[in-house]
């Protein structure tokens, strides 16, 4: 146990000098530059982006509750964290048409409160959602959590005093750096493994296998359903408030359905009930998402010129999804994590294997 | 008296599944209830368990009136069932399977849990030692980290009725345990669940379509057939009465 500790305090020592090396902070001390801030937004983007997959996968793949809810949430997060943290004057630039009602006006608060009440906010709301439409199951849900969803985006639309409707927030303070997204990140992930790991998780559990039985073995389903929906959403609006702060600007166009469907594709990719997918598959995602801006661009090749078709690379991963549904519909990890020995196992096997063929030189 | 029921009747829209439904159990005892495929045996269980709340009539647990209460809380107060068709979670460790059953008298709370403290620790060592107890008396302990879905089908079945003792019933409500099974694995599962009664002091009532496999445990049985009880009394006295004959094997017509 205690060997164990030793390696992950070293493990996490390491990785933390790396962010810290990313991050340019050895930039003063050391002379050591960060890395390119392009490489950097990448990476902050991934952590992102693994914080909002986590979050879904809890209550899709984890609870089996089919919720296409997430966008919504992630608005509200965004816009909380966005009004908490710009000061007066930015906030005065930008309700030039509506004045922002008064006690958010001169409100202004450090980033880490900010963004725990967008977690709570979004949490509270997935409460006021959660009650009538986890009553639902399967393809009802979906279509009950995407229309309220859509209608908390309308809402923020609408609600100009509070929000500034459809002209959005500028001048969001970029707090965000690597320190935010990979420490969310490494708190969402721990948050919930532990969580997984204990009573709660295996009710959670219980209840994707068979609802039935779990309730006839005395799981109260809709407390256990609200719950996860409710930790699910909290992380959805972090994640939100993330985004505001690392883009600057939001606005509720951003917030579409879109939005939920990338994650899905994430969370479906990586493998439902599975942590670690989630992780790696949205690495994959974020990455795949700015190398493929090639395809969008106009080449020219000689004499011959190829138009640039904007939103084409959403059409690769729709065609990714299906490809992924038809002929690996457990994603990368099933319902597998990643873990040392599970590691250990598939190298040995390898070794094994290249072992026998080298044996067999004529 | 442990369970009570009076003047059930459960109609689903134009069907009427089972009517003018009346039984009592006892404290410790066995009753076989019998009848022909579609007689409305599981739906009495569904009705007892709160799946379904009756059209008419009253069920009283130990006194207390259950009569369409959630099934979770009746769980709670005391009643447990295994299902017809096998519902375990299949792709959680057999002592999962075991683990979520003690999850209804977990003390600690989301925050205990989610920090993994002191308090969640020691309770959740007390749940897997309980949990690893229960797989050993019923011979599941060797293979308690298999995915339940992996057993074999025999095993399967003692899993799900493991899994219900570990609510802690005072009535346990078994549905077919014996279906599928051949005659030798059949007259195996009676001995085991005659076992387990007296072991945890258990008042059973037992779905069971073949007769002759309820025979040998039963105290008392009653026979369902369209929804209405046509018999009842021991099995000696069931297996002659014409009425049940005629409902098993249909009547012989004369020329």
């Known amino acids: ?362 | 008296m442990i369970l009570d029921i009076r003047g059930m009747k459960m109609q689903f829209g134009g069907l009427v599944a089972v009517n003018d439904f009346n039984l009592s159990l006892e404290h410790g005892e066995l009753v076989g209830l019998i009848g022909p495929n579609g007689a409305g045996k599981t739906t009495v269980f569904n009705v007892i368990t709160g799946v379904y709340a009756p059209t008419e009539g009253a069920i009283t647990l130990e006194g207390r009136d259950i009569t369409g209460m959630r099934p979770d809380l009746v769980t709670r107060l005391g009643i447990a069932r295994t299902f017809q068709n096998i519902r375990l979670f299949s792709r959680m460790s057999v002592m999962e399977n075991i683990l979520v059953s003690l999850h209804w008298r977990l003390k600690s709370g989301v925050f205990d849990a989610l920090t993994q403290n002191g308090k969640y620790r020691a309770e959740e060592a007390s749940m897997q030692s309980r949990a690893m107890d229960l797989l050993a008396r019923v011979n599941l302990d060797g293979v308690a980290d298999s995915p339940a879905g992996s057993l074999p089908y025999g095993s399967q079945r003692r899993l799900e009725i493991c899994r219900a003792l570990a609510t802690e019933p005072k009535l346990l409500l078994l549905d077919e345990p014996a279906a599928g099974m051949n005659p030798a694995e059949s007259i195996e599962l009676m001995k085991f669940i005659g076992r387990i009664r007296e072991e945890f002091g258990l008042t059973i009532l037992l779905i069971e379509h073949q007769m002759r496999v309820v025979m040998g445990i039963s105290e008392r049985i009653v026979v369902l057939d369209h929804g209405v009880i046509i018999s009842r009394g021991t099995p000696r006295e069931v297996s002659r009465d014409p009425r049940v004959i005629e409902a098993y094997l249909g009547v012989e017509k004369h020329a």
Not at chain 1, 88 to 113: G, I
Not at chain 1, 269 to 285: C, H, P, R, T
């Open chain 1, 1 to 362: 146990m205690s060997r164990h500790l030793k390696r992950d305090l070293v493990i996490l020592v390491c990785v933390a000098l790396v962010v810290a090396w990313a991050n340019g902070d050895l930039k003063d001390l050391l002379g050591i530059p960060g890395w390119q801030s392009y490489a950097v937004r990448i990476i902050n983007m991934c952590a992102i982006n693994a914080v909002l997959a986590l979050s879904l996968n809890l209550v899709n793949g984890f609870t089996g509750q089919f919720s296409l809810g997430h966008a919504g949430f992630m608005a509200l997060g965004a816009y909380t964290t966005a009004l908490l943290t710009m000061d007066m004057a930015a906030k005065d630039r930008v309700f030039f048409m509506t004045p922002l009602v008064e006690p958010l006006r001169n409100l202004t608060l450090p980033f880490l409160p900010a963004l725990v009440l967008a977690g709570i906010v979004a949490g509270l709301f997935s409460l006021l959602v959660g009650v009538p439409a986890l009553r639902l199951r399967g393809d009802y849900l979906g279509i009950a959590t995407l229309g309220f969803a859509e209608i908390i985006r309308l809402i923020i639309q609408n609600v100009r005093k509070v929000t500034n409707g459809a002209l959005g927030l500028k001048g969001i303070p970029p707090v965000v750096n690597l320190w935010w997204t990979l420490g969310s990140a490494f708190v969402c992930y721990l948050m919930l493994r532990n969580f997984l790991a204990s009573s709660y998780g295996r009710a959670f559990k219980s209840i994707r296998e068979n609802e039935t039985a779990a309730q006839a073995m005395g799981i109260d389903l809709f407390k256990h359903k609200l719950l996860s929906f409710f930790i699910s959403s909290f992380w959805a609006g972090v994640g939100g408030g993330l985004l505001a702060s690392l883009l600057t600007t939001i606005d509720p166009v951003q917030f579409k359905f879109p939005l939920t469907f990338q994650v899905l594709l994430t969370v479906v990719l990586g493998g439902m009930g599975s942590l670690s997918g989630s992780i790696i598959a949205a690495g994959i995602v974020t990455y795949l998402m700015e190398f493929l801006r090639v395809v969008e661009e106009t080449h020219y090749w000689g004499s011959i010129t190829i138009p640039g078709i904007p939103g084409l690379r959403m059409v690769i991963f729709s065609l990714a999804l299906v490809v992924v549904v038809v002929w690996y519909p457990k994603g990368l990890m099933g319902d597998r994590e990643l873990t040392v020995a599970g590691i250990k196992g598939v190298l040995g096997r390898v070794r094994q294997r290249l072992r026998i063929k080298g044996g067999r030189p004529a």
